[in-house]
């Protein structure tokens, strides 16, 4: 679990902190052609090899970099088609946790996914999605007989509980 861990480190470092917005929209504009895309998946493998410390380890690293390149190519092509840009954001980071959830139990793929699905904290995941979805129903309910005390030229009010 310790190499999952590391890797999705180096990840989180490389996607989120290590990764300027001036990147983020040079690479939107200029795709396979932005040198930001090269610099970013080059990142991505100085940072796994240094995390993990061990030469020995370059395989993994080049395996996760070329991935992160070929994601996030995905992502750049494939973000015209969204009108909500989320989607392609989550499903790239989606793809990327896959990736670094695969390199690190290569070797006992199933028996790793079958032991983190048992150890999920299912009443925790249960609050956190009654929280998101349900509560805002609940609130939007509760709130629904003031929509018609109050004149608005907008809609924002019937989205108050959300």
């Not at 993994?60 to 970099?65: H, T």
């Amino acid at each position: 679990m310790i190499l999952f861990t590391k890797l999705l480190l180096a990840h989180l470092l490389g996607d989120f902190l290590l990764q300027p917005l001036k990147w983020v929209i040079h690479k939107q504009v200029n795709k396979i052609r932005s040198i930001y895309l090269y610099l970013h998946v080059l990142v991505h493998f100085c940072l796994v090899m240094l995390l993990l410390w061990d030469l020995e380890a370059w395989k993994p690293a080049l395996l996760i970099a070329l991935s992160h390149y070929f994601i996030d190519l995905g992502k750049l092509y494939s973000l015209q088609w969204f009108k909500n840009k989320s989607i392609p954001f989550f499903l790239d980071q989606l793809f990327h946790l896959i990736v670094l959830f695969c390199v690190a139990f290569y070797n006992n793929l199933w028996g790793q996914l079958q032991l983190s699905i048992s150890q999920l904290d299912w009443p925790l995941i249960t609050a956190v999605v009654f929280v998101s979805f349900p509560a805002a129903i609940i609130m939007s309910k509760l709130l629904e007989s003031m929509s018609d005390q109050i004149e608005l030229d907008h809609k924002s009010l019937p989205n108050a509980g959300k």
